[in-house]
């Protein structure tokens, strides 16, 4: 063996350690073993992208960021790193940071309804009704039974001052509101 294949071995089965760390949930020690890896290779995608889970993990969400966005400088197309850094950002409220993130996320392979839930809240919170209206209406196509997703379009045609299509939106999230001709009726 020569010296590169015999690095590229260590490097290989501390990785493999730092992962068995991570995944008996020793965060700490799990970090610590990536730290000495990222000081090997600091461009190497995986060991960003775990080093970035793990302070998620942690609640450090700054950290996080910094990891996440670093993996994305390097590797800006790649959707699972993407969508680390986008759900970060969701998590500390950016939501004007996530929206770019998982507009990419929704136009790939990688939709699924957790990431058309934070798409939604994204657009409602930033974005204009209408287009949040649009957005939500797509994805209640795809997953209409979701309660967050109908809540949100109820709350969104209520900006929009389409009541009775928001409450009737609103009822189907809550299950607690009945309307009729006659007014609302909250149910408890």
Known sequence: MNKDTDSNKIFIDNFSAAQKLYEENKFLESLAAYQKLHNQNPKHISVLNNIGLIYEKLDNYKEAIRFYERCNQIHSNEVILIHNLANVYFKVGRYVDALPLLKKIINSNYQNE??????????????????????????????????????????????????KDGLKYLQKSTGLIEFNNNGVKYLS
Request: positive net charge.
């Open 114 to 163: 957790y990431n058309s839930e934070k798409l939604s809240v994204c657009l409602f919170e930033t974005q204009t009704k209408t287009d949040t209206k649009k957005f939500i209406e797509y994805a209640i196509s795809k997953f209409p039974k979701n309660t967050l997703l109908n809540g949100l379009l109820g709350k969104t045609l209520l900006h929009l001052n389409l009541h």
